[in-house]
C-alpha cells in the first residue's frame, strides 16, 4: 500500500447492532474508498454498555473474518465508537508555567498543559475518554484560541472532557485481549460527539445546535454553542421501546411488532386516516385480528413524545429550552419514523432539519445508509485530522496482519 494511503477499520458498537466500515483513505487524491460495509445484529451489548464480553469479542470476531474476505491488506488503524449512559460530561482546567525564559508559547507548551488534564482529580471509578480544549488564558488575557507564540508567565486551558465509567473501559479492554489487540494506544470515541461533531457546521455550532442520535435502546443528545461542546446527555429509551409498546399493545411478538412500525409507523397520528386498518395476519400466522394504522401512530407517537420530553429537560438544565438558533438535528434508526421530524419540531418548539453528508460527497465514494452516519463520521474526522496535519490519537494495531490474527483466534474461539 502507497505509504500515503491508510486502510481504516471504524467500528460503532451500538445496543440493536453493531456497523463495520472498512475504508482506504487516499491523502493526495482526498478521497475515501469504502471498501466493504457490514451491519449485523448486536449480541453482549444493551443500552450501549458490554454486559457479556465473550459475546461481544464473538461478534467483532466474526465480522472482521467477513471484512478478511474484502481485503488481503493490512489494516492501519482501528476506531472504535461506544455510547451509552457511562459517559459524562466535566469541565475542567489545568494551569502551567510557561517554559521558555522569554515566555514566548510553544506547541511543548500547548502539549504540558493538556497533559496536565490528566492529572486533575476525577470521579471515582471513572476514566477520561476524550479531551476538548474550548480555548486557553495567558495570564488574565482570557478565550485565546491560538497561543503560540504568544508571550505570557502562565498558560492556562479551559477544557471539557468525556469520562468513562471504568467497569465498561475495562470491558472493551477484555474483548481487545481476547482478539489479541493490544491497548496501547487505542482510540476510544464517544459517538453522539463524533458524529454530531462531523454532521454539524461550525457555524451551526457557533450559533447553537442539538445533535439528537434516536438510537434502538437510548436516545443521545450533544448540545453546542460558541462552537463548544456544553451539554452531553444519554437518555435510556431509545426505538426498541416503541416496539416493545406495540407488542404490549396489540398483543403480538416483538419482531411482529417492529415489521409492523417499520412498514406501517407514523409519528403523527393526524397524518393517518381512521379508516385505514393492518389486517395482523400479515405478520402473525392464525391471527385474525384487524387493527387501525391510527390506533398504531397514537402508539408511537404517546413514546416519541415521551423521550422528546426527556430531551427537552435537558435542554432546560441548561436554559436552552426553544433557545437553540440553529435547531436540531436528528438521526439514528428512530427517526426514519415518517413524520418524525414535524413532531420533534411541535414537542421542542424550534427548527429541525434530518442530517445528511452534503458537505462530504467530494470526500467519500458511496451514498450513505443513515444506519451508517456515525461510523462513517469517525472516517471523515479522521480524514480530515490527519489530511490536515491534525492530531488524532489512534488505535494501533499489531505490526503483523490484523485480519489474520482475528481469524487465527476466530477458529481457536470455535473448538
Known amino acids: 500500500m502507497n505509504q500515503n494511503n491508510k486502510l481504516i477499520l471504524s467500528l460503532d458498537l451500538g445496543s440493536f447492532s453493531t456497523k463495520g466500515i472498512l475504508a482506504e483513505m487516499f491523502f493526495q487524491?482526498?478521497?475515501?474508498?469504502?471498501?466493504?460495509?457490514?451491519?449485523?445484529?448486536?449480541?453482549?451489548i444493551r443500552k450501549g454498555i458490554i454486559f457479556d464480553v465473550e459475546n461481544v469479542a464473538d461478534l467483532l470476531s466474526s465480522l472482521l473474518s467477513q471484512m478478511e474476505e474484502s481485503s488481503k491488506k493490512e489494516i492501519d488503524q482501528i476506531i472504535v465508537l461506544i455510547g451509552g449512559p457511562c459517559l459524562e460530561i466535566r469541565n475542567v482546567k489545568s494551569s502551567i508555567i510557561v517554559s521558555r525564559p522569554d515566555e514566548e508559547i510553544t506547541e511543548a507548551d500547548?502539549?504540558?498543559?493538556?497533559?496536565?488534564?490528566?492529572?486533575?482529580?476525577?470521579?471515582?471509578n471513572r476514566s477520561i475518554l476524550n479531551l476538548l480544549p474550548k480555548n486557553y488564558i495567558i495570564d488574565?488575557?482570557?478565550?485565546?484560541?491560538?497561543?503560540?507564540?504568544?508571550?505570557?508567565s502562565r498558560l492556562a486551558l479551559q477544557a471539557t472532557v468525556i469520562d468513562i465509567f471504568n467497569q465498561e473501559k475495562n470491558n472493551l479492554n477484555k474483548v481487545f485481549n481476547i482478539l489479541g489487540i493490544p491497548q496501547t494506544q487505542s482510540l476510544l470515541w464517544s459517538n453522539i460527539l463524533i458524529?454530531?461533531?462531523?454532521?454539524?457546521?461550525?457555524?451551526?455550532?457557533?450559533?447553537?445546535?442539538?445533535?439528537?442520535?434516536?438510537?434502538?435502546?437510548?436516545?443521545?443528545?450533544?448540545?453546542?454553542?460558541?462552537?463548544?461542546?456544553?451539554?452531553?446527555?444519554?437518555?435510556?429509551?431509545?426505538?426498541?421501546?416503541?416496539?416493545?409498546?406495540?407488542?404490549?399493545?396489540l398483543r403480538i411478538h416483538f419482531e411482529s411488532?417492529?415489521?409492523?412500525?417499520?412498514?406501517?409507523?407514523?409519528?403523527?397520528?393526524?397524518?393517518?386516516?381512521?379508516?385505514?386498518?393492518?389486517?395482523?395476519?400479515?405478520?402473525?400466522?392464525?391471527?385474525?385480528?384487524?387493527?387501525?394504522?391510527?390506533?398504531?401512530?397514537e402508539i408511537i407517537e404517546a413514546r416519541l413524545s415521551e423521550i422528546l420530553s426527556f430531551v427537552n429537560n435537558e435542554l432546560k438544565k441548561i436554559g436552552k429550552a426553544s433557545k437553540l438558533p440553529a435547531g436540531a438535528v436528528?438521526?439514528?434508526?428512530g427517526s426514519a419514523i415518517p413524520y418524525f421530524k414535524e413532531l420533534v419540531k411541535k414537542e421542542l418548539k424550534m427548527s429541525v432539519r434530518k442530517a445528511n453528508y452534503d458537505d462530504y460527497k467530494n470526500i467519500i465514494n458511496v451514498d450513505l445508509p443513515f444506519q451508517f452516519l456515525p461510523a462513517y463520521s469517525a472516517l471523515i474526522e479522521y480524514f480530515l485530522e490527519n489530511r490536515e496535519g491534525g492530531t488524532f490519537l489512534t488505535f494501533r494495531l499489531n505490526p503483523q496482519n490484523f485480519l489474520s490474527s482475528i481469524k487465527k483466534f476466530f477458529e481457536n474461539f470455535r473448538t
Open 29 to 44: 487524491k482526498k478521497t475515501i474508498e469504502v471498501i466493504k460495509s457490514i451491519e449485523t445484529k448486536s449480541t453482549g
Open 110 to 124: 500547548i502539549k504540558r498543559v493538556n497533559e496536565a488534564i490528566y492529572t486533575l482529580p476525577i470521579p471515582q
Open 140 to 152: 488574565d488575557l482570557d478565550e485565546v484560541k491560538d497561543p503560540v507564540q504568544m508571550k505570557g
Open 195 to 249: 458524529s454530531s461533531k462531523v454532521l454539524i457546521s461550525q457555524r451551526d455550532r457557533e450559533q447553537g445546535v442539538c445533535a439528537i442520535d434516536f438510537g434502538a435502546e437510548t436516545t443521545s443528545l450533544a448540545i453546542y454553542e460558541d462552537d463548544n461542546l456544553i451539554h452531553l446527555a444519554i437518555i435510556p429509551l431509545g426505538s426498541q421501546n416503541i416496539t416493545n409498546d406495540i407488542a404490549n399493545s
Open 257 to 297: 411488532a417492529e415489521r409492523i412500525k417499520v412498514n406501517y409507523g407514523c409519528a403523527l397520528p393526524s397524518k393517518v386516516s381512521k379508516n385505514e386498518t393492518i389486517e395482523l395476519s400479515q405478520f402473525v400466522e392464525g391471527e385474525e385480528e384487524v387493527v387501525t394504522k391510527k390506533l398504531v401512530s
Open 330 to 333: 436528528i438521526y439514528g434508526n
